[in-house]
């Protein structure tokens, strides 16, 4: 098989090391999966303005991390990678997700599919790290990037059978005297795959219901943005020493800009100004509006013909979605962020419940990546994303820390952490079977009064 190093173009950034790895031992006491659960629809029920955070064992424990494997994850959508990483036919992407080894290709009818990496011969992994495929996670020879490649077949590399690219299996030399061996029933194992405007997702074990009609609305949300037409401009993995609701519940909450981001995201976005809309099943959507004074200030640059937000404005854009950043979280792991310039767009996956490999993409409309100016803003835009990203790794990483200390406490909630509240409710639901719907009145919006 044939690796050509045709992948996009792509600006692939290794996460600084931000923290060291130090393993504690818990201080809390040791909680079994129904004690935690019970605790989570406890807490679910109670208004915002009454609401705590989660017990510390929701963060900490191994069987709780397998209870969310099972019940969270395996059962529902998970985002693998965006359309445009493998425009080609004979394109693909080797990824492991919950330590499953999977490929995503595109076939010759233009079709993504999701297939195992498990040869169906004798279990190798038929594109294993260390073979000249690049890396698949974690640890990988060239980081930031996943083992990606054109071909036409794979080739397991045991005993060399081969397969096409939808699977099939095409060669499997000297097996003529294995009595009633049929090659149709020898292929690689594929994945219920879901396209959804651009981003790859896979269901593990079949059962999800389509992704498509959970997410109706916000597909009418984001059309404006035209995201399964963007172009991967940056990618950066990030090995995160926390718990995934660290940071789903970090990247949903702005809350936050009051401290972790001072000095970058809270001058121009105030936490004060930042809202939740209504509850939904599928997602949850928060606004992070600029503040009118520094909009006043971007207008008259762009005037100017300044782009005050880094890059290029999306043209196609409504006039509310000039000034405000647009985030969220699609259950169960991806984060979203919709900007005036780019789309920033965050795949978790988790790897224990203190460990998360994160990659980070932003995504940008291909006029952008045409402007005589792109090289520059790339190199700029990098380096602001890491930066600003780094602020947030920095307090994840210290909170999930804090998990495991005698001195943690139950702490209370903000009006501005709703996220993080919906995101237990989210969990209790899920946990009692009632989810997508919900089994007590929908939570209202958050919006403050704009007197
Ligand atoms: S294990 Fe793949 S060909 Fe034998
Ligand atoms: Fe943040």
Redesign the pocket.
């Known amino acids: 098989m044939s690796l050509i190093s045709d992948a996009p173009a792509l600006a692939a950034c290794g996460a600084p090391s931000f923290a060291p790895r130090t393993k504690v031992r818990s201080a809390q006491p040791s909680w079994g999966v129904d004690q935690i659960l019970a605790e989570i629809q406890r807490i679910a029920q109670i208004p915002l303005a009454e609401a705590t955070t989660l017990p510390a064992q929701a963060y900490t424990s191994q069987e709780f991390f397998d209870w969310e494997v099972d019940n969270l994850f395996r059962n529902d959508w998970l985002p693998l990678a965006h359309a445009s990483q493998i425009p080609a036919a004979g394109d693909f992407l080797n990824i492991d997700m919950l330590g499953e080894p999977l490929i995503v290709v595109r076939g010759k009818e233009n079709r993504v599919r999701v297939l195992s990496r498990i ?6 992994d ?1 594109m294993p790290e260390g073979f000249g495929y690049g890396g698949h996670g974690l640890g990988d020879a060239k980081q930031g990037e996943p083992g990606c490649g054109h071909t036409r077949l794979f080739m ?6 081969t397969f096409e690219l939808d699977g099939r299996l095409k060669g ?1 030399p000297e097996m003529q005297h294995s009595t009633g061996f049929q090659r149709d029933s020898w292929g690689l194992k594929e994945f219920k795959c879901e396209v959804w405007n651009g981003l790859v997702f896979v269901n593990l074990d079949g059962t999800a219901e389509p992704l498509r009609e959970r997410l109706e609305g916000l597909s009418e949300v984001l059309a404006p943005w035209n995201i399964g037409e963007m172009k991967m401009a940056i990618q950066m993995e990030w090995d995160c020493p926390f718990n995934w609701k660290v940071l789903m519940e970090n990247f949903m909450e702005s809350y936050h800009h009051i401290g972790a981001h001072a000095k970058t995201l809270q001058p121009m976005m105030p936490a004060r100004d930042t809202w939740n809309e209504e509850e939904r099943p599928g997602y949850i959507r928060a606004h992070l509006p600029v503040k009118p004074s520094k909009r006043d200030e971007m207008q008259a640059a762009e005037g100017c013909g300044e782009f005050v937000h880094g890059l290029p404005l999306i043209a196609s854009l409504p006039a509310d979605a000039r000034y405000e950043w647009n985030l969220f979280c699609i259950y169960p792991l991806v984060l979203v962020s919709a900007n005036p310039d780019r789309v920033i767009f965050y795949r978790m996956q988790p790897l224990g419940p203190d460990r998360l490999r994160l990659l980070t993409t932003t995504l940008v409309p291909a006029s952008t990546t045409q402007h005589p100016d792109w090289p520059a803003m790339l190199e700029r835009e990098t380096g602001r994303l890491r930066d600003f990203h780094l602020e947030d790794m920095e307090v994840c990483t210290a909170v999930q820390r804090g998990f495991y200390g005698a001195g943690y406490q139950r702490g209370r909630l903000s009006y501005l952490e709703m996220s993080v509240w919906l995101i237990q409710r989210y969990l209790a639901a899920r946990a009692c079977d009632t989810w997508p719907a919900m089994d007590t009145p929908a939570a209202p919006s958050q919006r403050p009064s704009l007197s």
């Not at 040869?119 to 190798?124: E, I, K, N």
């Open positions: 040869c169906p011969h004798r279990a190798m038929i397991c590399p045991y005993h060399a059978w499997s």
